[in-house]
């Protein structure tokens, strides 16, 4: 079972849609978790982090259930420009460092 | 301004021709990685240096090296590249303190085996 999984896509949706993500961990005892967003051929950017009591960020929100170990992403009113793909990343412990697991992306397409 | 730097951003190198990575950062970040991506995949974590500890993951072939010489740098040995080395090599950076510390990307690195 991979640590970190999340379907792939892609996700083809129109302008103005609302689109899910979701993405299940493996490590119960994961620490912290995040949102990168990933263009065609550039390194991840943060998009958000993802805090337990679920946070929005304009019109991207995160949620995590600790208890069925998933890490869910709203995307409101979508927009040609979130076309991109959406990486889940969890970060656990190792010594004193905190290591980030990648699953390997949902890819959204969002067409006029 | 450049938090993390990687050079070159694309290197074309031969079949079993030695080839060496490099990535610096301006964060003074205790945690320096490096990720292998390949087309449509999750970036794959190579090994990661906590200051001078070197951690490397069980299934990194032997052919990856690493050698970080001070706390800005960083450098990715490839002792004999193989076609399926080919891929985009990340580097990034993370505090250690804290569990909610976000790692940091450089560009990438693109590596091409002819």
């Known amino acids: 079972r991979k640590e970190v999984e999340q379907d792939p896509g892609p996700f083809n949706v129109p302008e103005g849609a609302t689109v899910a993500f979701n993405c299940t961990y493996s490590?119960?005892?994961?620490?912290?978790f995040f949102w990168y967003r990933q263009d065609c051929r550039k390194e991840p950017k943060l998009l958000m982090s993802v805090y337990s009591s679920g946070n929005e960020d304009g019109r991207f929100t995160a949620q995590l259930n600790r208890a069925s170990q998933y890490i869910s992403l709203l995307i409101r009113d979508s927009k040609l420009s979130d076309s991109a793909t959406y990486l889940c990343?969890?970060?656990?412990?190792?010594?004193?460092?905190?290591?980030?697991?990648f699953g390997r992306g949902t890819s959204l397409i969002v067409h006029p | 301004d450049a938090m993390v730097i990687q050079n070159p951003r694309y290197q074309v190198t031969q079949f079993g021709k030695p080839v060496t990575l490099s990535c610096s950062q301006t964060?003074?970040?205790?945690?320096m990685y490096w990720y292998q991506q390949k087309s449509s995949q999750a970036p794959k974590l190579l090994f990661h240096y906590y200051d001078k500890d070197f951690n490397n993951e069980a299934d990194t072939p032997d052919n990856f090296q690493s050698r970080r010489p001070n706390t800005s740098f960083c450098f990715l040995d490839i002792r004999s590249p193989g076609l399926g080395d080919a891929a985009m090599y990340l580097c990034?950076?993370?505090?250690?303190?804290?569990?909610?510390?976000?790692?940091?990307f450089g560009q990438g690195t693109r590596l091409t085996v002819v």
């Open positions: 990343v969890v970060n656990g412990a190792s010594g004193g460092s905190y290591i980030p697991t």
């Open positions: 990034a950076t993370s505090r250690a303190t804290g569990a909610a510390t976000e790692a940091f």
């Open positions: 490590n119960s005892a994961s620490q912290s």
């Open positions: 964060l003074n970040h205790n945690v």
